[in-house]
């Protein structure tokens, strides 16, 4: 899926890729992209925040932008969850797809990225982590062979309450209430999740984005996948309100108010 714009991004001068499916850890997805782009003028950050890595990302454009010290970032989600899936858990494993996308993020007089939330529950790390690369985590073993692992059911309890809980701090940190929000983007881990925090907080799931019908769990690319879908099917129109709010493994979450 490619949307063009008319812009050009050879002034681009940061990268900020998200992704915990990188070909090898060094040299970074983004500094890979740098090259093969040839922008040459541009800085290149991975992030490692796994599902709310979009977010995150939007984030860190936020400040490096506020800073005056960069004018023009590509914010980057890219996921190929196929090569760390455990097909023989099948329980899980037709949860998770393959996906990207991409947005740019300017210097403007009037900023349309309004206040944000960061957050995390390092404790809830041995609920949902990718194996291989340790024998164990906080004392408990684990498997050495690569793939998602995954307490459903905590990490489902945990997003419901946290995510239901951060909507409203985000909704109040931006002077809004959140029947002033035109539109709610999760992170689409799986619609029961989503259909839970909709209904704990009482926002009308019908104003709700999501990319998992289409693409299974893409990690940090469903947002922005689901950002896709919203504007090609004509929903997100200028002006709108946008609420993202990406939470996975971490435990992490991060989001903001967009005026699009």
Known sequence: MIRQYSVVIDDVDM???????????????????????????????????ACAGFSYGIVLAKGLIAAGTHRKILVIAGETLSKITDFTDRSSCMLFGDGSGAVLIEAS???????????ANGEGGIDLYISGFAKEIDGQPISMNRKIVQNGRKV????????SEQMKVLAAKNGLTLDQIDWFVPHSANLRIIEAICNETGF???????????????SSASIPLALYNGIQSGKVKRGDRIMILGFGGGLTYAGTVIQW
Do not use: H
């Open 15 to 49: 990268i900020i890729v998200s992704t915990v499916t990188p070909d090898q850890p060094m040299p970074s997805v983004a500094c890979r992209l740098q090259f093969k782009l040839g922008l040459s003028r541009a800085g290149a950050l991975d992030v490692y925040a």
């Open 109 to 119: 007089e009037n900023g349309n990225i309004g206040a944000c939330v960061t957050g």
């Open 156 to 163: 489902f309890k945990w997003a419901v309450i946290k995510m």
């Open 204 to 218: 009308p799931l019908e104003k709700t984005l999501e990319s998992i019908v289409n693409y299974g769990n893409t």
